[in-house]
C-alpha cells in the first residue's frame, strides 16, 4: 500500500465497496476520482472476477491460462472507458472491420460475417448476400427479420416476456436460419439459446451490435492474459487513486451502523477480522451472494434475487504439437464446437505448437461431463474442422467450468433484476445481473459499477468526474 493510501485507510473509509470484479473495480475508480474514500473487499486472492488467468505446467511449458475468452464490441464503451481507466489500452486489439470466419464441420464450407464501409443495414448486405450456410430465400428472411428487429422499441415491457425463439419463428426464420446466423452471435453474447432468451435483450444485441453503426459490432479482444488487465493493471490504477483494496476478505456481516451509515464485517484470515464502517456501501457479488448480505428492508423483494437463473459456459482448451490453424479465432456450423480462438501468444507459450481455446456457451449439457469424454467428443470435432490438426499430437487437454458464469437471460428476468439504488439509504448494488439492460457481458458489468458509483456519488453531495459516466 502507497503512503497515500495508507493515510486514506487510518482515517477510515467514505464508502466501501464489496466485490473486486469488474463493476466493482469500476464502483471503486469511480467513487476515489471523486475525493471519496474508497477501501474494496474481495474474497478470491485477485481481482477481475470470473474474468482471470491461472498459471498451468504442461508439455509446452508454464502456460498463462485464461479461464475463458473474453471479447468485447466497438459498442462497447464502457469497458473501453474502464480500459482506458487502468491504462491497458495497449493489451487489446479491436478489428478495423468486422469479419468472422464461419466453418460448417458438415459440408466443408467456409462462409464470413463482415461489414463493408456502407451506412446501417447496408454494411451488412453483401455479406449475407454471399454467406453459404444459408439459401437464397433463407437470406432474404433474414433481412426482413432484421428491419423489423429494428423497429421495436426496447423499452417496451412486453418484449421481456416473449422468447426471442418464437419471435423470429413467426418472422419466417427457418432452424437452420437461427442456428446458422441469430445463434451463433446470440448464444454467444447472451449464453442462451433463442428458445431461451428473452426478446428484450436479443433485441438489445442485435439492435445495438449490427443494427445501430456499421463499426460497432468490431470485435476487440486481449492481446494479453485477462489478469495481467484486471488484476494487474487494474490493482495499480486502484493504488493510483488511493483506493485500499483487500484481498482474500470475507465480509460476513453488513449492517446499520449504531450513528448512521454501515458497518461491513470482514474475515481476513484464520482468526483475524475487520470491522469497517462508512456513509456508503457498493454490493458487487453475484447475486445470490448479494442476496444473502442485503440487510432487511433494502429491496422490496429480495427473493427476486434468486429467481434470477444461471447459466454455465464450459472452455476447452488444446495444445498442438503443430499450427493447426491460421486464424485467431472462427465459429463453427455443424459441430459441437462453437468458437475457438488461438490463445498461443497470449499464454506465453515459446516452444513449437498452437494452443487454442474452445468456448461454449449454454454449455448445460457438457459442463459436468467427465474430462475424458469430453476430450472423446471435442478432439474429432476439431480434427473435422481443421484438417491440419488430424495429424497432431495433443500435448496438453484440460478444461475450465463456470457453472454460474452469468445470469440466464429467460423471458422475465428483466422485472427481477434490480436498479442501483436499494431503498437504504447509502447501499448500491452493481453487478452484471442489476438492471443494465444489458446481458451479462463485460460491458454490463463495467456498465453497473458506473450506475452504483453515480447514485452514491448523488446521495454524498459529490460531483461526478467528467467523462466516465457519459458511457454509462
Known amino acids: 500500500m502507497s503512503e497515500h493510501a495508507a493515510s486514506e485507510a487510518a482515517r477510515g473509509p467514505e464508502a466501501v465497496v464489496i466485490g473486486g470484479g469488474l463493476a ?4 471503486a475508480l469511480t467513487l476515489a476520482d471523486s475525493g471519496v474514500r474508497v477501501t474494496l473487499v474481495e474474497g478470491r486472492p485477485r481481482l477481475g472476477g470470473l474474468a482471470f488467468s491461472f498459471q498451468r505446467a504442461t508439455a509446452a511449458g508454464e502456460l498463462t491460462v485464461d479461464n475463458g475468452q473474453h471479447v468485447f464490441l466497438r459498442c462497447c464503451t464502457a469497458y473501453q472507458w474502464f480500459l482506458d481507466r487502468i491504462a491497458a489500452q495497449d493489451l487489446v486489439t479491436l478489428q478495423d472491420r468486422l469479419d468472422v470466419p464461419v466453418l460448417d464441420a458438415r459440408r466443408a464450407r467456409l462462409g464470413r460475417l463482415r461489414r463493408a464501409a456502407l451506412p446501417v443495414p447496408l454494411h451488412l448486405a453483401a455479406s449475407l448476400a454471399t454467406y453459404p450456410h444459408l439459401s437464397l430465400a433463407e ?5 426482413r427479420a432484421a428491419l423489423a428487429l429494428r423497429g421495436l422499441d426496447l423499452d417496451d415491457p412486453a418484449l421481456d416476456e416473449t422468447d426471442f425463439g418464437s419471435w423470429l419463428r413467426d418472422r419466417g426464420q427457418s432452424p437452420r436460419t437461427v442456428a ?3 445463434d451463433l452471435v446470440g448464444v454467444a453474447t447472451l449464453n442462451a439459446t433463442a428458445e431461451q432468451s428473452s426478446l428484450a435483450l436479443a433485441a438489445m444485441v442485435f439492435k445495438t451490435g449490427l443494427l445501430s453503426h456499421p463499426g460497432a459490432a468490431d470485435i476487440g479482444w486481449a492481446t494479453a492474459p ?6 494487474g493493471r487494474a490493482r495499480t490504477a486502484l493504488e493510483r487513486a488511493g483506493v485500499r483494496t483487500v484481498l482474500r476478505g470475507r465480509v460476513t456481516a453488513l449492517r446499520p451502523a449504531a450513528d448512521g451509515g454501515w458497518q461491513v464485517d470482514v474475515a481476513t484470515g484464520p482468526g483475524r477480522a475487520e470491522r469497517l464502517t462508512a456513509a456508503t456501501v457498493v454490493l458487487a457479488v453475484p447475486q445470490r451472494e448479494a442476496h444473502g448480505l442485503l440487510p432487511d428492508g433494502a429491496l422490496a423483494d429480495p427473493g427476486a434475487l434468486l429467481r434470477i437463473g444461471t447459466a454455465p459456459i464450459l472452455n476447452v482448451h488444446v495444445v498442438y504439437d503443430r499450427t493447426v490453424t ?13 468458437w475457438v480462438f488461438d490463445r498461443t501468444g497470449t499464454s506465453g507459450m515459446t516452444s513449437r505448437g498452437q494452443y487454442l481455446a474452445l468456448s461454449q456457451s449454454a454449455a448445460h449439457d457438457d459442463i459436468d461431463r467427465p474430462v475424458s469424454e469430453l476430450r472423446d467428443r471435442y478432439l474429432p470435432a476439431l480434427e473435422r474442422l481443421l484438417p491440419a490438426a488430424r495429424g497432431a499430437t495433443v500435448r496438453d487437454f484440460f478444461v475450465t467450468r463456470e457453472r454460474t458464469a452469468t445470469f440466464a437471460p429467460t423471458p422475465g428476468v428483466g422485472r427481477l433484476r434490480p436498479q442501483a439504488r436499494t431503498q437504504a439509504p447509502g447501499l448500491y448494488l452493481a453487478g452484471a445481473w442489476t438492471a443494465t439492460g444489458w446481458p451479462a457481458t463485460m460491458e454490463g458489468a463495467v456498465r453497473s459499477g458506473l450506475r452504483a458509483a453515480r447514485e452514491a456519488l448523488t446521495e454524498l453531495g459529490r460531483p461526478a468526474p467528467d467523462g466516465e459516466l457519459t458511457a454509462a
Open 180 to 182: 446458422a446466423l441469430w
Open 326 to 338: 491460421q486464424r485467431p479465432f472462427f465459429a463453427a456450423l455443424d459441430s459441437p464446437v462453437q
Open 24 to 27: 466493482g473495480t469500476t464502483a
Open 139 to 143: 437470406r432474404a428472411r433474414v433481412g
Open 226 to 231: 485477462l489478469g495481467d488487465l484486471h488484476h
